[in-house]
């Protein structure tokens, strides 16, 4: 087993968890308030094992014990950890944005419209001040949404939008 890595929010929104299931350790997660664009993805005690914050150094110690008695496991673990973030690209991220955003537009209660002194951008103004690469991705990222589903996340709660 190549160990452990905790990952523990502090009083706001972390950017370290990618960093952590990225290194190959068994990574314990300390139950999140907040939610990254890939974490709903995640599987406990597939990609990483849940550590309660009832009770934070019996749950730690618990998780440990468990992974040094188990270490094929803990391995497994450490490893789908690591190959569910070596799975994502930027055209899942997209995939992401667009459906949530798509969705969010239901719940809206008004039709946008633009104010009298909105100019419109056509994309050939945007992409003349790019250089080759950031033309390539633009270009890129302008084409079309994914035809695959980007994951399966669950159902907008119909009482938010009564």
């Keep these: 087993m190549a160990g452990y890595k905790i990952y523990a929010e502090g009083f706001a929104w972390s950017v370290s968890l990618k960093y952590i299931l990225s290194c190959g350790a068994m990574t314990l997660i300390i139950s999140p308030q907040y939610e990254d664009f890939f974490s709903r993805g995640l599987i406990p005690k597939k990609n990483y094992w849940p550590v309660s914050p009832v009770d934070l150094c019996k749950s730690i110690k618990s998780a440990v014990d468990w992974g040094n008695s188990h270490p ?14 070596e799975s994502l690209s930027m055209d899942k ?69 009564s």
Excluded: W
């Design 72 to 85: 094929a496991e803990a391995q497994a673990i450490a490893k789908a950890g690591q190959d569910f973030m």
């Design 93 to 161: 991220v997209y995939d992401y944005m667009f459906h949530l955003i798509t969705e969010y537009s239901k719940l809206q209660m008004f039709k946008p419209v633009p104010p009298p002194s909105a100019l419109e951008v056509c994309p050939d103004s945007v992409l003349c001040f790019a250089d080759e690469k950031q033309r390539l991705f633009l270009e890129k990222s302008s084409t079309s949404p994914s035809l695959e589903p980007p994951c399966n996340l669950m159902s907008a709660d119909d009482s938010v939008r």
